[in-house]
């Protein structure tokens, strides 16, 4: 089949992180500080990506301003030609740093809070953090750089909805992602604790309705749904292997952020082997591209252009199989997998990320 290039590349320069979110959606198992790839790695994975054809850089974490480097990596990125995006909590971003960034070529940041007061916040994130955005946000903003702001919704704030979207609006934000928590790496484990009731998702849909209308051509509202929920799954990565890579900090390459919990996948790492043999001839990136992959009842789906089966992580991490019908379907015949998660009563313990 034809690959496409790559269009954006995830560059998960460490994964320390101040906060403890609960729904933090790395592996459980973090690469440690010492396994972290070098400046001189990181500058070459940059400069394969663009060879490769990427545009985006997304450069993320864990926080990615815990890298005494990230200037000179998104100086280089930048010196590319690629759109740099720094993916932060904001903690850790003072004004000279932020000029720095901004001076060697930083395009766009995209912040993470927890809920919209300070209580609520600092006690999602497991440290004082909310007053630290709301400073971050005012720096970013008095910078000139487009400001998205993202919060991950679940049951412990979903009622703060309304006072989420009035934050975004104070902060300025140009962008809000809404994304109802997705069940990977350290979140699934907080699973039954962070499942959204369906009275909280039928009270936020005219909620976001009414904010979208209301703030079109000022601030763009993105509302990622809970998909448990749904007939049909959602189109992850829009497809495997087909517009975006994930580089993790110790140089393992995956297809998608959470591609390390299929345990089934042989992956690569960018110190063995050049970033373009990995996204044209690794067997982890091959391994669910296009549609031979896919048995019935995607096979023959009329949906399986528009969800390319749905989620492999999902797929592996419900049934222990990659290759199934991501079971969120309602076509599945494993779908009873999921309808049995919605049916627990829910936990009240949160473990927070250590
Ligand atoms: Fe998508 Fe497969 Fe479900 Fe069809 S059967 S809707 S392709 S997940
Ligand atoms: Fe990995 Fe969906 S999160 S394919």
Not at 26 to 55: F, H, I
Not at 83 to 93: A, D, I
Not at 196 to 216: F, G, I, W, Y
Not at 252 to 259: D, E, I, K, Q, S
Request: proline share 6%; net charge neutral.
């Amino acid at each position: 089949m034809d690959v496409n290039p790559p269009l954006g590349l995830l560059a998960e320069l460490t994964h320390r992180c101040p906060l403890h979110c609960p729904y933090c959606s790395n592996p459980v198992e973090l690469v440690s500080r010492a396994a972290e790839l070098s400046t001189s790695d990181w500058t070459s994975v940059l400069s394969q990506a663009r060879e490769l054809g990427v545009l985006q850089v997304h450069m993320s974490g864990g926080e990615p301003l815990a890298r005494p480097d990230l200037s000179a990596l998104v100086e280089h990125a930048g010196s590319l030609g690629c759109y740099v995006n720094l993916v932060t909590s904001g903690l850790g971003l003072t004004a000279a740093r932020l000029d720095d960034l901004v001076s060697r070529g930083l395009a766009h940041v995209q912040l993470s809070a927890q809920g919209a007061t300070r209580e609520r916040a600092d006690l999602l994130a497991g440290a004082r953090a909310f007053d630290h955005k709301l400073a971050a946000a005012a720096l970013v903003k008095a910078s000139g750089l487009p400001l998205s702001l993202n919060v991950v919704l679940h049951r412990r704030n979903h009622d703060q909805l309304a006072g989420i979207i009035e934050l975004a609006e104070r902060m300025g934000a140009d962008r809000l992602e809404l994304a109802n928590t997705q069940y990977y790496g350290w979140a699934l484990r907080n699973r039954e604790a962070l499942m959204p009731t369906p009275s909280q998702l039928a009270a936020a849909e005219p909620v976001v309705r009414a904010a979208v209308s209301r703030l079109r051509g000022t601030m763009e509202i993105v509302y990622v749904v809970a998909d448990y929920y749904e007939p049909y799954p959602k189109p992850c990565m829009y497809g495997w292997g087909a517009r975006q890579l994930t580089v993790a900090p110790d140089g393992t390459v995956l297809p998608c952020p959470a591609a390390s919990a299929i345990s089934t996948l042989t992956l690569d790492n960018v110190r063995e082997k050049p970033l373009a043999e990995i996204w044209y001839g690794s067997s982890s990136f091959n391994a669910y591209r296009g549609e031979d992959w896919m048995s019935e009842p995607c096979r023959t789906c009329d949906r399986r252009g528009v969800d390319f089966g749905g989620c492999r992580c999902q797929a592996f991490l419900l049934t222990g199989d990659a290759a199934a019908t991501d079971p969120v379907c309602s076509r599945s015949p494993r779908r009873s997998v999921v309808d049995l998660i919605l049916a627990r009563p829910p936990e009240s313990d949160l473990v927070m990320r250590r």
